[in-house]
């Protein structure tokens, strides 16, 4: 950040400047007046010639030939609209301006100064994710993101800083999300996403552990076992752990379960090959889990986390799990398997019951991308959950609005029981009917009495197309809204 107003910076080839909705035409944003006199350039006229309305999003061109007096750089001022100024608007108003500026040598932008402090974090996330990218190619990316972006903002003092540094750790987390969701999966095996967990852990001061396969079957975990049986890379159960500054004993801890399937290809119960091109990101709720971690430290959360990732992958192959098959999950409950497509309410139960058992957890939530039916109720823009807590329901709601990452929650209908029934294990893995709903009651059987909250993410796994902060492809979707909820004062208060 910088006191400066855009133009007097230099290093940059880009100026941005907010535009409002006005009664007569559009509003200017700090920094226009000024501009427009040491250059001359008549912002409102290019505006008018344009018919601008200000909306959230639309962005203006000017050109500015020569550079400028106080900049010979300066080559564009993009004139951004921003709407009514909320806290989306400024995300979105971020995002449209990344989109402009990819491959410049860098932007000054005072746009999140038409608001209060709360504008900064949306403008800062929507600018880093809405850049986002990612390529496989000899010859290096098609585009990259701006080199640099300065906000020229009068408040620079420490308090400021501090929303700045958890700005970048937000948008951070929701850009290590779509990478672990993106990286294809002949480089992304179990241990492969372990390793990125591992690495992550010693970066940001957590504590990691991994169970691999042998341990897993020596301690139970049946599911996670199950399903990777037919897969060469072996399964494996990752750990973290974020510990807050000047915790003790009596500091209460969450436990986020992501579903870590590093590709799913339906198993014995194949899926049809157009169906299998986005699973290289199944693992989207795993690698939510490691990057929320990651970022706890960075958004102060003042209650101790652990972070499970149940991961595998589920293959064909001549130890593939069969229709049929009766799986033991950690603590005993069992599952009979009629579809092998219904992999990871398997894998996370394993997760789930073992954190009941062993982590006493003031609040449970898992995240994964569970149930196409989920898709098929929402479209592709919003999440679905379901909680057994009324508090925990209310903050995971309010997180996702904050974040724009909205959830909608769904009802665990007890009468829908009867359709997990099995002629010999605890439960049917694939009980059908009300798909999403009968997924979380299968998982609700493994979290006792724990409040709990289950984030069925099927829906926003990817993104169709580019929109806003969403570019098109694997959405690493969840990362920014728990963030919100565990960066809160009191992430726990009423649970």
């Known amino acids: ?79 951004v609209g921003v709407g009514d100024a909320r806290p989306i608007d400024l995300r979105r108003a971020g995002a449209a301006l990344a989109r402009h500026v990819l491959d410049r040598q860098g932007v000054a932008t005072t746009i999140p100064s038409v608001t209060g402090p709360e504008g900064l974090e949306p403008f800062v996330v929507g600018t880093m994710l809405g850049s986002f990218g990612f390529h496989w190619r000899s010859s290096g990316p098609r585009q990259q993101p701006a080199a640099q972006v300065v906000i020229g903002d009068s408040r620079t003092d420490d308090a400021t800083d501090a929303m700045l540094r ?22 992304k095996s179990p241990s492969w996403l372990a390793e990125q967990a591992v690495a992550l852990a010693q970066e940001t001061g957590l504590k990691a552990e ?6 897993l079957d020596k301690d139970g975990f049946g599911g996670i076992v199950g399903v990777g049986r ?17 915790a003790s004993s009596k500091t ?44 706890l430290a960075a958004v102060g959360c003042p209650v101790k986390v652990t972070g499970l990732v149940a991961a595998a992958e589920n293959a064909v192959g001549g130890d593939s799990m069969r229709p049929g098959d009766v799986l033991r999950h950690y603590g005993g409950r069992t ?107 299968f998982l609700q059987h493994f979290v006792g009495s724990v409040p709990w909250a289950h984030l069925d993410i099927a829906s926003v796994g990817d993104s169709p197309t580019e929109s806003f902060e969403w570019t098109a492809g694997p959405t690493g979707f969840g990362a920014r809204a728990l963030l919100a909820w565990l960066g809160s004062p009191d992430p726990l208060e009423g649970i």
């Open 1 to 79: 950040m910088s006191g400066a107003l855009p133009h007097a910076l230099r290093g940059v080839d880009v100026v941005a400047l907010p535009v409002l909705p006005g009664d007569d035409g559009v509003l200017l944003g700090p920094g226009a007046d000024a501009l427009g006199d040491r250059t001359g350039l008549d912002l409102l006229g290019s505006c008018e010639i344009v018919k601008a309305t200000g909306k959230t999003g639309e962005v203006t061109s000017v050109l500015v030939p020569g550079g400028s007096p106080d900049n010979p750089d300066l080559a564009l001022v993009l004139l």
């Open 210 to 215: 991994v169970w691999d396969e042998s341990k």
């Open 335 to 441: 599952s009979e398997v009629t579809n092998t497509d219904a992999e990871g309410r398997l894998v996370m139960a394993d997760a789930l019951a073992y954190a009941v058992d062993k982590l006493d957890p003031a609040a449970l939530v898992d995240v994964a991308t569970l149930t196409g039916s989920m898709k098929v109720a929402l479209g592709q823009q919003v999440a679905g959950y379901f909680a057994n807590n009324e508090a925990l329901a209310s903050a995971i709601f309010e997180a996702g609005e904050e974040s724009g990452e909205p959830f909608w929650r769904f009802p665990l209908v007890s009468d829908y029981e009867e359709k997990l029934a099995s002629k010999v294990a605890d439960a049917d893995n694939a009980a059908g009917g009300a798909g999403s709903i009968t997924a979380a009651l």
């Open 252 to 295: 209460p801890r969450v436990v986020l379960v992501g579903k870590g399937i590093t590709f799913d290809s339906g198993g014995l119960s194949i899926k049809p090959a157009e169906s299998m091109t986005t699973m290289k990101r199944d693992m989207t709720g795993g690698g939510v889990v490691i990057s929320v971690l990651g970022a």
């Open 166 to 187: 958890r700005a970048v750790a937000v948008g951070g987390a929701g850009w290590r999300a779509r990478v672990l969701a993106t990286v294809p999966a002949n480089l």
């Open 230 to 246: 037919g897969s060469a890379n072996p399964s494996c159960l990752i750990r973290l752990d974020y510990t807050p500054p000047g």
